[in-house]
């Protein structure tokens, strides 16, 4: 007889503790919904930060371009300089 009360108290308890759940989880998605119309698609998103990725990589490689070809030029006057004399350069 006792292990038929304790049995419908827990039953009772879980009862109480799923709809109490179940309102406060209902309570907390209502209040973060954005309709659909209002925010952009994933794709737009990827596709605005791969354009700002891109554009990123072309400076970058301009950058890389204009020091090369500088490092390049300077390194080529000092072969010359080294390989002329310094009196043939005047």
Do not use: W, Y
Request: with cysteine.
């Amino acid at each position: 007889m006792r292990s038929t009360s304790v049995s419908a108290k827990v039953m009772l308890l879980l009862a109480v503790q799923l709809l109490c759940f179940r309102q406060i989880a209902a309570e907390q998605e209502s209040g973060t919904v954005i309709p659909a119309e209002s925010r952009p698609c994933v794709d737009c998103h990827a596709f605005e930060f791969m354009q700002r990725a891109l554009q990123d990589l072309k400076k970058t490689a301009f950058n890389l371009d204009s020091r090369t070809e500088t490092l390049v030029l300077r390194a080529e006057r000092r072969a010359l300089c080294d390989c002329l004399p310094v009196n043939t350069l005047t």
